[in-house]
C-alpha cells in the first residue's frame, strides 16, 4: 500500500519520516514549496532526545501531485484542523473507488472528510506524538504517544488490518473498534492542554499545580458531559484516563491526583515542553486551530441542553491572546479558577 501523507509539519512530519526509515512506500504532500525541496534535495531531519534521523523520503506540492494524475490509495491527512477541506479538495479527482482518507489530526475532522470525499472513504483516527515543526527540513519530535484508527461504525475491516500492518512500524498504534472514544477523549484533555497555553509556564507545571488541577479536570468533564450525550465511551491513553475526571460528582480526588502525578512524570520527560497550542501563537505568530476543535462540541451541547461555561471562557481567554489583547500568563488560569469556583462548589 502507498501511502500519502498530507501535511509534512510536526504529525505528518514524523509518521512519514518513522515510516520511510522503516522502507514503507510513502510521500509527503505539503504546501510550503521551500519545505517540500529542502526535503527533497537534503532529506528531512527529525531532532528527536537521544539522537537525529536524516531520511531521504520524497515530498511533492499538491499541485504537483495533481499535475502527476497519479491515483492515490490511502491519504494519512496530517493538517490542522481548519486546513481539512482545503488540503483535500484538490485531490479528490486522484481518489479511486476503494481509495480512502485516515484523519490523523486533532478534533472531530472526519465530519469535514465525510463532506469531501464521502463516509465510505473516510477512516477515523487518534494521535497523541509530540512534535514540532522547527523550519523548512527539520522537525522536532518531543515524546512519544499513540496512534489509532478505526472505522467510523466500529467494524475491523480489511483496509484497517492492511493499514495497521503498514503503520506497525510507528512506536504505538493499534486499530480499534471505538475510535470515537479516543477522539472525544483527547478533546477533553485538549481543553487542559489549552489551558497551559494561556500561560508561559511549561505544560508539567501546570499539571503538577494542586492549585488548579480540579479546575483543569472540570474544563475536562464539560466536554465529556457532551460524549456522555452522545453515548459515546471514551478511552484511557498515554496515562490520561477521562474516568479520573468525569463525572464530576463521583470523582475520587486520590485517584485523580495519582493518575496526574503519573503525567507529571511523563511530561517532564519530554523534549517538547509546551503545547502545539502555544507554539501556534507565541512562536509561529499565527491562530490556533482550537475554536474548530470546539466548534462542533458547542451545537451538540446547545442542542442537549449542557452548558459549557467553563470551556466557553477558556476559548474567550484564548482569541484574547490571538488577537493580542491579552498577555500570557498565569494570571489567565486565576480567572478560570475564579470562574469555576463559582460554578462547581
Known amino acids: 500500500m502507498k501511502i500519502t501523507v498530507v501535511g509534512a509539519g510536526a504529525i ?17 504532500v505539503d504546501i510550503v514549496e521551500e519545505h ?23 515530498a511533492a506540492t499538491p499541485d504537483q501531485i495533481v499535475q502527476r494524475q497519479e491515483p ?4 494519512l491527512l496530517c493538517v490542522k484542523a481548519q486546513f481539512t477541506k482545503d488540503a483535500l479538495t484538490p485531490l479528490l479527482p486522484l481518489l479511486k473507488e476503494d481509495s480512502f482518507v485516515v484523519s490523523i489530526q486533532n478534533g472531530l475532522c472526519e465530519i469535514d472528510i465525510e463532506e469531501v470525499v464521502g463516509r465510505d472513504r473516510t477512516v477515523g483516527g487518534f494521535v497523541n506524538i509530540f512534535a514540532d515543526y522547527i523550519e523548512p527540513g527539520v522537525i522536532s519530535y518531543g515524546g512519544k504517544g499513540s496512534v489509532s484508527i478505526g472505522e467510523l461504525d466500529g467494524t475491523i475491516s480489511e483496509r484497517l488490518k492492511r493499514l495497521e500492518q503498514e503503520l506497525s512500524d ?23 492542554l489549552t489551558a497551559t497555553a494561556l500561560t508561559n509556564e511549561i505544560m508539567a507545571d501546570i499539571f503538577a499545580n494542586h492549585r ?3 479546575m483543569l479536570m472540570n474544563l475536562a468533564s464539560e466536554v465529556l458531559a457532551v ?43 519530554y523534549s517538547k515542553v509546551r503545547s502545539g497550542i502555544w507554539r501556534d501563537i507565541a512562536v ?16 451538540i451541547a446547545e442542542r442537549a441542553n449542557i452548558e459549557m461555561p467553563l470551556t466557553k ?22 480567572i478560570l479558577l475564579e470562574k469555576n469556583d463559582s460554578i462547581y462548589k
Not at 72 to 75: A, F, G, L
Open 313 to 334: 471562557l477558556l476559548l474567550s481567554l484564548l482569541n484574547e491572546i490571538e488577537e493580542g489583547k491579552r498577555e500570557f500568563g498565569l494570571g489567565n488560569l486565576e
Open 227 to 269: 460524549a456522555d450525550y452522545m453515548n459515546i465511551e471514551t478511552v484511557k491513553f498515554d496515562d490520561w484516563d477521562p474516568k479520573d475526571a468525569y463525572p464530576i460528582e463521583s470523582r475520587d480526588n486520590e485517584k485523580m491526583n495519582a493518575q496526574l502525578d503519573i503525567h507529571v512524570k511523563r511530561l517532564q520527560g
Open 170 to 192: 510507528l512506536e504505538d498504534v493499534r486499530i480499534s473498534e471505538n475510535v470515537l472514544g479516543y477522539l472525544w477523549a483527547k478533546l477533553a484533555y485538549g481543553a487542559i
Open 36 to 58: 517540500v525541496n529542502k526535503i527533497n534535495n537534503d532529506g528531512l531531519l527529525v531532532k528527536t532526545q537521544e539522537d537525529d534521523w536524516l531520511v531521504n523520503i520524497k
Open 212 to 214: 488548579y488541577r480540579q
Open 72 to 75: 492515490i490509495e490511502c491519504i
Open 12 to 28: 505528518g512530519g514524523v509518521i512519514g519520516a518513522q515510516l520511510a526509515r522503516a522502507g514503507r512506500d510513502v510521500e509527503l
Open 284 to 299: 509561529r505568530k499565527r491562530r490556533t486551530e482550537k475554536p474548530y476543535h470546539f466548534k462542533p462540541i458547542f451545537t
